[in-house]
Nanobody
Framework: QVQLVESGGGLVQAGGSLRLSCVAS????????LGWFRQAPGKEREFVAA????????EYTDSVKDRFTISRDNAKNTLYLQMNILKPEDTAVYYC??????????????????WGQGTQVTVSS
């Protein structure tokens, strides 16, 4: 069973940047599609971005396109999310997750298995 630990969250002003990291242990994640989700207070957990096992295919929800970049370093068993031009509506707990199948376009919470505990991102206006 893989364990995932997110870090890099914090408080930032609107327009600022943060870089989230997700370190995996217990299993090599290089063969798996990985994703980032977020959950704001009172809302459902929503898809943010995903990346294929090789890193060659990336996907984003429309609200973060051109602002967020997902990447991975399989040698370090680590997933990243670079977040630029942050907006107050990006405030949420951000979670990394391992995809159940290596198929692009799968964006439901049920399409992902192992989850981290999350890291809080707060964007002030």
């Amino acid at each position: 069973q893989v364990q995932l630990v997110e870090s890099g969250g914090g408080l930032v002003q609107a327009g600022g940047s943060l870089r989230l990291s997700c370190v995996a242990s217990g299993q090599t994640i290089g063969r798996y599609r990985l994703g980032w989700f977020r959950q704001a207070p009172g809302k459902e957990r929503e898809f943010v971005a995903a990346i294929s096992a090789s890193g060659g295919i990336t996907e984003y929800t429309d609200s973060v396109k051109d602002r967020f970049t997902i990447s991975r370093d399989n040698a370090k068993n680590t997933l990243y999310l670079q977040m630029n031009i942050l907006k107050p509506e990006d405030t949420a707990v951000y979670y990394c997750a391992v995809g159940n199948r290596n198929l692009s376009g799968k964006r439901l919470r049920a399409d992902f298995g192992s989850w981290g505990q999350g890291t809080q991102v707060t964007v002030s206006s």
